[in-house]
């Protein structure tokens, strides 16, 4: 049973060690159940002695004998308890993987259906001013000291806004986030990488109870041809150690070391993952630094020109003034939309790196 059951525990718990991607409690507690399960079913086996009958001639000419018992290995035993403590290490392992996971997955989408939904109320402070300005328009243009072409460039704006907040609103719908943990990414990654390093020193240490094993066996014998009188009892020890063991351990405390190093350079481990979500925050941060330096100096222009017009006297520099006015409240939903974005990336990194 000890050799053969070995192959059978190797090959279960290096299946086990592939966790799959993503996953809810609802997923972890099932992954978990069917572990556990597998493993039970395991540890039962190599702890239960096997029971043996056969018939034998223990030498030529000796008469035959039917012999009956049961055996049981030491190492067998011992394998038994740490099949369980693999299963339930690789369970951590994998609870610990889909939360980084998630966690990484959904990041992104996370931090963009923030500054969607603070677009949409930068949108809202916008709309409020620009009712404002089409009110006034809309009692001068009643006292006829302005022209329906100024309240069009307004309204034009307004439709600019309604149609701004209609595609956040559409993006914002599209995105799915599910609840995230409160943990610092940096955390639920070192959780994963302990709780992974638990694992393969749990393989590793059931690897090492196949170099060596005690095995017991008991049981009675009876002589049929020709048939003696009384059963005999009989008991037997058989002690064996690989004599590679030390070579044997050796592999196997080097393969834990180059295990870690693989999940650093692997591309689907959440550290890889997470190296790669940084460089994308990085990106993210920059591109909106270039953007909202652009932003700004537009936005500096239009107060250089709404200086000229503070006080405007003519319907011309009335006119003048209410496009530069729309012009600055389309731009400053730019420019705080940008400028919440870097904060709220910074925020972020600061957090989780």
């Known amino acids: 049973m000890g050799r053969n059951s070995w192959k059978f525990v190797m090959a279960a ?6 966790p799959a991607f993503a996953g809810d409690q609802e997923d972890q507690q099932a992954y978990c159940a069917y572990v556990i399960e597998q493993a039970q079913a395991q540890r039962d086996l190599l702890r239960t002695p096997t029971a043996t009958a056969g018939v034998t001639q223990p030498e030529t000419g000796l008469p035959i004998q039917l012999v009956g018992g049961a055996s049981l290995g030491l190492s067998d035993f011992r394998k038994a308890g740490l099949t369980m403590d693999g299963a339930r290490k690789n369970c951590e392992v994998y609870k610990a993987t889909t939360e980084a996971q998630q966690d990484i997955q959904y990041a992104l989408p996370s931090l963009e259906r923030e500054a969607l939904l603070n677009r949409l109320r930068l949108i809202d402070d916008a709309s409020k001013s620009l009712d404002a300005l089409l009110e006034q328009t809309s ?4 006292a006829q000291n302005a022209t329906r072409l100024m309240l069009f460039n307004l309204q034009n704006t307004q439709i600019k806004l309604e149609a701004d907040r209609a595609d956040t609103q559409s993006k914002i719908s599209a995105i799915y986030v599910p609840p995230l943990s409160d943990q610092p990414l940096k955390e639920l990654v070192a959780e994963k990488q302990s709780s992974e390093e638990g694992e393969q020193k749990a ?3 059931l690897s090492r109870q196949n170099n060596w ?8 014998h009876q002589q049929i041809n020709p048939v003696a009188q009384g059963v005999q009892p009989y008991g037997e020890v058989t002690v064996n150690y690989n004599l590679a063991s030390r070579a044997i351990n050796r592999h196997l405390d080097r393969a834990v070391n180059a295990h870690d190093e693989w999940k650093k350079v692997q591309e689907g481990d959440v550290v890889r993952q997470m190296e790669v979500l940084g460089q994308q925050l990085r990106d ?3 591109a909106q630094e270039a953007k909202l330096k652009s932003l700004q100096e537009e936005n500096k222009q239009i107060e250089k020109n709404l200086e000229f017009v503070v006080a405007p006297d003519t319907s011309a520099a009335f006119d003048f003034h209410n496009q530069l006015a729309a012009a600055q409240l389309l731009l400053q939903v730019e420019t705080a939309d940008a400028s919440f974005r870097i904060g709220r990336l910074r925020e972020y990194f600061e957090k989780n790196y």
């Open 139 to 142: 009692k001068m243009l009643e």
């Open 13 to 18: 718990v290096l299946l086990f060690s592939a």
């Open 203 to 205: 393989l590793d240490r």
């Open 213 to 220: 094993d005690v095995v017991l066996s008991v049981g009675m």
């Open 284 to 286: 993210s941060v920059t």
